[in-house]
Nanobody, 124 residues
């Protein structure tokens, strides 16, 4: 079973940048669709970005966040620029087999592998 471990969260000020990392314990990343979701206190899990042969972004982060993978290192990244207080949340990486016929990039139920999350807090 592939395990996903996030890192890179922290406390920053509005306008700052952070890069989140997601390490996969095994497997070939190119065989997986990968995604980032976030969950703020009292809210549901929200789609942020995904990558499966193309990239997908939530409207709220498009132009500020960039998702990428390094297959050789079994790593996925989320570069977050111009952070805003509303980006404050626990960020999760997720994965599912890339050839899933029911894949929907923005649907958390599509993904069957999840990390434990990393907290991002943006102060104003």
């Amino acid at each position: 079973q592939v395990r996903l471990v996030e890192s890179g969260g922290g406390l920053v000020q509005a306008g700052d940048s952070l890069r989140l990392s997601c390490a996969a314990s095994e497997g070939t990343l190119s065989n997986y669709a990968m995604g980032w979701f976030r969950q703020a206190p009292g809210k549901g899990r929200e789609f942020v970005a995904a990558i499966r042969w193309r990239v997908y972004y939530a409207n709220s982060v498009r132009g500020r966040f960039t998702i990428s993978t390094d297959n050789a290192k079994k790593m996925m990244y989320l570069q977050m620029n111009n952070l805003k207080p509303e980006d404050t949340a626990n960020y999760y990486c997720a994965a599912t087999p890339a050839y899933s016929e029911t894949y929907s990039a923005t649907a958390s139920g599509t993904y069957n592998l999840w990390g434990q999350g990393t907290q991002v807090t943006v102060s104003s």
